[in-house]
T-cell receptor, first 113, second 114 residues
């Protein structure tokens, strides 16, 4: 039973480009969460999605960031017009039901040059 | 106020000794869950142990145990018989009620000395 998959593991972008981060939850999990970890800090919640629905995006920056979890395929976190401050590790987690332990993927490390 | 506070940025422990990593939390919700994760230098987040607010006994998982003191709102992680492979960042996290997100502390870097 594969765990949470994230790709790419490392992503380098220049300022102004777009970054797309993918997350495939564990089999049987329909709840996906995205977190951001800035250097030397803990993880900060960004968004919670179920299939085709954004349930809670209270942690998402108001501009340039969006997330989706389509009926088919992985969840995507999209960052438009990246800036240096977006450099961080982005973790995806999944759970079979809400209020359950969240299983984390290996993270995507985004570096903006 | 911070939901999760980890006051020890770095800790050192001798191999085979026990070590306690501190975590205090802040919530007014009577139902909550407390979690500890390990993040080695490779970067992944590894679940270690869980304690529910209504659990009567302290959680244990192998060499990991959680010293849960509800009145003090503390959930310290105890690692017994430390091993070199325990060197990593350790994060305490909380979920409130049936909330969607986990709140994480800033982490404690543990170094096990041979």
């Amino acid at each position: 039973n594969a765990g949470v998959m994230q790709n790419p593991r490392h992503l380098v972008r220049r300022r102004g480009q777009e970054a797309r981060l993918r997350c495939s939850p564990m089999k049987g999990h329909s709840h996906v969460y995205w977190y951001r970890q800035l250097p030397e800090e803990g993880l900060k919640f960004m968004v919670y999605l179920q299939k085709e629905n954004i349930i809670d995006e209270s942690g998402m920056p108001k501009e340039r960031f969006s997330a989706e979890f389509p009926k088919e395929g992985p969840s995507i976190l999209r960052i438009q017009q990246v800036v240096r401050g977006d450099s961080a590790a982005y973790f995806c987690a999944s759970s079979p039901i809400p209020s359950h332990e969240q299983f984390f993927g290996p993270g995507t490390r985004l570096t903006v040059l | 106020a911070q939901k999760i506070t980890q006051t020890q940025p770095g800790m050192f422990v001798q191999e085979k000794e026990a070590v306690t990593l501190d975590c205090t939390y802040d919530t007014s919700d009577p139902s909550y869950g407390l979690f500890w994760y390990k993040q080695p230098s490779s970067g992944e987040m590894i679940f270690l142990i869980y304690q529910g607010s209504y659990d009567q006994q302290n959680a244990t998982e192998g060499r990991y145990s959680l010293n849960f003191q509800k009145a003090r709102k503390s959930a310290n992680l105890v690692i017994s018989a430390s091993q070199l492979g325990d060197s990593a960042m350790y994060f305490c996290a909380m979920r409130e009620g049936i909330g969607n997100q986990f709140y994480f502390g800033t982490g404690t870097s543990l170094t096990v000395i041979p």
